[in-house]
T-cell receptor, first 114, second 115 residues
């Protein structure tokens, strides 16, 4: 069965410092993994995706994530936080055995302190 | 390219009333999804359409929720009668089934408050 665990419900960082949002997944097959961001009153926007190619994935706005199969992790990082990064972040797992359905984590709320 | 459109953006109703939400997916996207996002939780899939056929509706409360996708384009989701626990954001998403990885594109959502 597919599932996602986002290890932190809230993360707070100072502007200009690194961001780390943690995600562990469970999948019975070769998964696809995604990170989406949701700003208040806005729809979900894709940050990046892993699809069995390069394990280090670069996304928009300076975010990147590394797929580690041995650790079943897909943590999201950014070297330097910006005020505009404050939002809710969702890790998602999907694989073709379940019809490519998306299984969302419970989300991590990122606060950026000026 | 226009994104996924949803309307209305906000709706307030009393319990036992009915409500309908509309979604227009990205042009050419064959797959359409409706999700329910309760405050503080990740989105939960309610129903998935491929063209105008239902692929999965296992988590749709069929005693009160219904959805249709006529002509394989626009879709409507209806709740009748609404309960207090239906208060949530209802998200519509679409994907291009022709691609290997079915990345989903989301609309802005409809925030429903049931009083």
């Amino acid at each position: 069965a597919q599932s996602v665990t986002q290890l932190d419900s809230h993360v707070s960082v100072s502007e200009g410092t690194p961001v780390l949002l943690r995600c562990n997944y469970s999948s019975s097959y070769s998964p696809s993994l995604f990170w989406y961001v949701q700003h208040p009153n806005k729809g979900l926007q894709l940050l990046l995706k892993y699809t069995s190619a390069a394990t280090l994935v670069k996304g928009i706005n300076g975010f990147e994530a590394e797929f580690k199969k041995s650790e079943t992790s897909f943590h999201l990082t950014k070297p330097s936080a910006h005020m505009s990064d404050a939002a809710e972040y969702f890790c998602v797992v999907s694989d073709f055995l379940t019809g490519n359905q998306f299984y969302f984590g419970t989300g991590t709320s990122l606060t950026v302190i000026p | 390219e226009a994104g996924v459109a949803q309307s209305p953006r906000y709706k307030i109703i009393e319990k036992r009333q009915s409500v309908a939400f509309w979604c227009n997916p990205i042009s050419g996207h064959a797959t359409l999804y409706w999700y329910q996002q309760i405050l503080g939780q990740g989105p939960k899939l309610l129903i998935q359409f491929q063209n105008n056929g239902v692929v999965d509706d296992s988590q749709l409360p069929k005693d009160r929720f219904s959805a249709e996708r006529l002509k394989g384009v626009d879709s409507t989701l209806k709740i009748q009668p609404a309960k207090l626990e239906d208060s949530a954001v209802y998200l519509c998403a679409s994907s291009d089934s022709g691609t290997r990885v079915y990345e989903q594109y989301f609309g802005p959502g409809t925030r429903l408050t049931v009083t």
